[in-house]
């Protein structure tokens, strides 16, 4: 499956869960229904995956945790947060910077309708073996 594909089930996927449980719950609730969601679909999920820190030749583990990742190549960073700040943003690009990878989604389920709470970004990473197709330049 093409990382497009594999990105456009979890955007069905993300507004399948929204549309059944709706605003109000904590991350972990909508983070176990997505990977539900996905797994059903027949993709690889992972969550809460430990990255550690590369940092001057050493290996350091950060705690940091990757909230879900999808076919070993899509980043999902999951809020239920009445407001999506530039925070946020930085910490999925450091993510994708960090892990390789080159799709990552911001998803606030704190939102009454989904598409507000959708934040595509991609960060053309070579190491990436499925990172998306470049774009030709017009």
């Not at 991350?27 to 690889?44: I, M, N």
């Not at 879900?68 to 925070?87: M, N």
Request: some cysteine; aromatic content about 6%; proline content about 5%.
């Amino acid at each position: 499956m093409e990382i497009e594909d594999v990105a456009a089930e979890v955007v069905d996927a993300v507004f399948k869960v929204h549309t059944a449980l709706g605003p109000g719950l904590l991350e972990s609730a909508y983070e176990t229904c997505l990977t539900h969601e996905l797994q059903k679909r027949g993709l690889r999920c992972a969550r809460q995956v430990a990255m550690p820190l590369e940092y001057d030749g050493a290996c350091i583990d950060t705690g940091f945790r990757l909230d879900v990742v999808v076919e070993d190549a899509i980043i999902l960073e999951l809020k239920a947060v009445e407001q999506v700040l530039p925070f946020h943003q930085a910490q999925l690009l450091t993510y994708l910077k960090l892990s390789g990878h080159s799709i990552g989604f911001l998803l606030n389920f704190n939102v009454k309708h989904m598409r507000d709470g959708i934040r595509r970004m991609v960060l053309n990473n070579p190491t990436d073996p499925l990172r998306a197709p470049s774009r030709p330049s017009r």
